[in-house]
């Protein structure tokens, strides 16, 4: 098992920035990937931004050059900072953990992200 907390969420006003934070903890293999989700409502949930244990990051057409992810030298620990912020940033943000052993996904209880414009 694997167990991920996130904190970091809120309310900012368009144009604005935030950071969110996730770390994992539990049965973490060596080789694995963490990374952003989100979900709006009544939309899928989708990928924003991920980042391996070897910190090659990946990211959403629609974040590119606003948003970077980040991963902490003990590797556990994840952050993602988002700037421009614009009202279709708003979403539940998710944190995800996969290792390479089992493929399981782990997912955090999410973390609320508003933008005002």
């Known amino acids: 098992q694997v167990h991920l907390v996130e904190s970091g969420g809120g309310l900012v006003q368009s144009g604005g920035s935030l950071t969110l934070s996730c770390t994992a903890s539990?049965?973490?293999?060596?080789?694995?990937?963490l990374g952003w989700y989100r979900q709006a409502p009544a939309k899928e949930r989708e990928l924003v931004a991920t980042?391996?244990?070897?910190?090659?990051?990946n990211y959403a057409d629609s974040v590119k050059g606003r948003f970077t992810i980040t991963r902490d030298s003990g590797w556990n620990t994840i952050y993602l900072q988002m700037n421009s912020l614009k009202p279709e940033d708003t979403a539940v943000y998710y944190c995800?953990?996969?290792?390479?052993?089992?493929?399981?996904?782990?997912w955090g209880q999410g973390t609320q992200v508003t933008v005002s414009s």
């Open positions: 995800n953990y996969r290792g390479f052993d089992s493929w399981t996904d782990y």
């Open positions: 539990g049965n973490i293999f060596s080789h694995n990937v």
């Open positions: 980042v391996s244990s070897g910190r090659v990051t």
